[in-house]
T-cell receptor, first 107, second 114 residues
Framework: AQRVTQPEKLLSVFKGAPVELKCNYS??????LFWYVQYSRQRLQLLLR??SRESIKGFTADLNKGETSFHLKKPFAQEEDSAMYYC?????????FGKGTRLSVIA | GAGVSQSPSNKVTEKGKDVELRCDPI?????LYWYRQSLGQGLEFLIY????????KSGLPSDRFSAERTGGSVSTLTIQRTQQEDSAVYLC????????????FGQGTRLTVV
């Protein structure tokens, strides 16, 4: 079965501090991992995907198959990063999402 | 349209009534997904359509929930005999292929059962 776990419901950090949003997954095959973000009053949208190994808005995420993790990181948080973040996995079934982490960046 | 469109944006219904939620995917997208978003539960997968294949209904929470997709385009999610626990935001998403990298989401329908 596919499962995504985001252990933190809420994460508060000060502006300029590093951010790490945790994501662990369960899947026996080779997964595709994603981070989606939902800003206030906006639609859920793709932030980044592990296969492209890109940095979007300063965020990066590395797939660690040994630890079955795909944590989202940013070295210096900005106020505009405040949003709801969802980790998602696609295996042999459609996208499965975690319960999300609300990031609050305090000025 | 330019994106996934859902209607209505908000729906208030009385317990026991049936409701229909509509989703217009991006033109040309063959994959369509329905999710339910509620506080503390994140995004719960409901049902998935891919082209002419049989839909994946594994996420539907009960037989009161059903969905159809006509002509490979518009989809309707129907909830019969609504209950208060059905109150949530229902999200629709579409992608070009089932294994396409990005799913594009609609703005959602907020359902409130009173």
């Amino acid at each position: 079965a596919q499962r995504v776990t985001q252990p933190e419901k809420l994460l508060s950090v000060f502006k300029g501090a590093p951010v790490e949003l945790k994501c662990n997954y369960s899947y026996s095959g080779s997964p595709e991992l994603f981070w989606y973000v939902q800003y206030s009053r906006q639609r859920l949208q793709l932030l980044l995907r592990h296969i492209s190994r890109e940095s979007i808005k300063g965020f990066t995420a590395d797939l660690n198959k040994g630890e079955t993790s795909f944590h989202l990181k940013k070295p210096f948080a900005q106020e505009e990063d405040s949003a709801m973040y969802y980790c998602a996995l696609r295996g042999n079934t459609p996208l499965v999402f975690g319960k999300g982490t609300r990031l609050s960046v305090i000025a | 349209g330019a994106g996934v469109s859902q209607s209505p944006s908000n729906k208030v219904t009385e317990k026991g009534k049936d409701v229909e939620l509509r989703c217009d995917p991006i033109s040309g997208h063959t994959a369509l997904y329905w999710y339910r978003q509620s506080l503390g539960q994140g995004l719960e997968f409901l049902i998935y359509f891919q082209g002419n294949s049989a839909p994946d209904k594994s996420g539907l929470p009960s037989d009161r929930f059903s969905a159809e997709r006509t002509g490979g385009s518009v989809s309707t999610l129907t909830i019969q005999r609504t209950q208060q626990e059905d109150s949530a935001v229902y999200l629709c998403a579409s992608s070009f292929l089932w294994d396409d990298t990005e799913a594009f989401f609609g703005q959602g329908t907020r359902l409130t059962v009173v």
